[in-house]
């Protein structure tokens, strides 16, 4: 048998090592410990592929023990607000320590693994329906997964007495503000969640990744913002330990952070990094032979009419029909 030409077979070797099956970067092209634009593109579109295939019971039971990660932030920021006395940046030191353990772990978590799909229907790969079913399921995992927490947290010992007044405390302090400053608090909160996606995915070690995740979910509480699920966590407290409104919380305080930091997240991954990539960016994991993109008809309205999904190609099927 003929051996393939030297450079022909050292290409094929490289790729082999450096490509996953589904055709994302596993090191840089042009230097191997860091990523190009187009190639942290890419490795995003390939996970966000990953979260819209996902089942929806696994999505679901992965976001509610993400909701539940994430109660561990409060129960750690209200702990160390009443150990502190409230002392900026101190009081705050243990907030990302839920945020880590979602990320790190592969956990489900409504603003962070929720913007990788963004980019698929940006390219026109799957639809605005299933991208709201993923929001759906995702969100709905986590508040019962933080409603769980507020309730251990509120009926047991687990948090000390000083520490259930801090928890009051600020549950109240947000309730202050107006819906209208909340959402701008949680636009930039969600600008920051988009880019801790962004550089995840540049990041080339777990320890990298660590540092990133810490610095950055500690910049929200340090600047006073405000993420979706770790306020539904504080308002659940709230009512449960006061005669707060759940409802009025919901529609005055929850809401308008939730719009916040979806369009805050959305917008990063658009304006900023879907832009800031070039026409390749999905050469290497778009297959030639597949179906054509979904139709704008399709994009806005798929499962209803037409198709919902376009698959990225499978780097293994497509050595396969090239040998």
Known sequence: MKKPEQPDFDEQLRKSFEQSKTGAPAVGSKVRDRFGTDEIY???VVYGDYELTTGRRELFFSALAGGFAISLTFLLYVQMYAHFDGAPVLSQLLYPLGFMYIILGGYQLYTENTLPPVAIVLERLASIPLLVSVFVFVLAGNALGAMAGAIVFSETAVVADGATEAGITIGENALLLSPVDLFFKALVAGFIVAGV?????AADSTAARLLLIYLAFLSIPVAGLYHVVVSFTELLFLTLETDASLFAGLGEFVLPVLLGNTLGGILLVTVVN???????????????EAEDPLSLTETLLGGLVGRAYVPPKDVSETDERSS
């Not at 996606?197 to 995915?201: E, G, L, R, S, T």
């Not at 879907?274 to 030639?288: F, G, H, K, N, S």
């Open 274 to 288: 879907y832009y800031q990539t070039t026409i390749r960016r999905l050469e290497a994991v778009r297959d030639p």
């Open 197 to 201: 996606v962004w550089m995840d995915f």
């Open 42 to 44: 890419q490795r995003v």
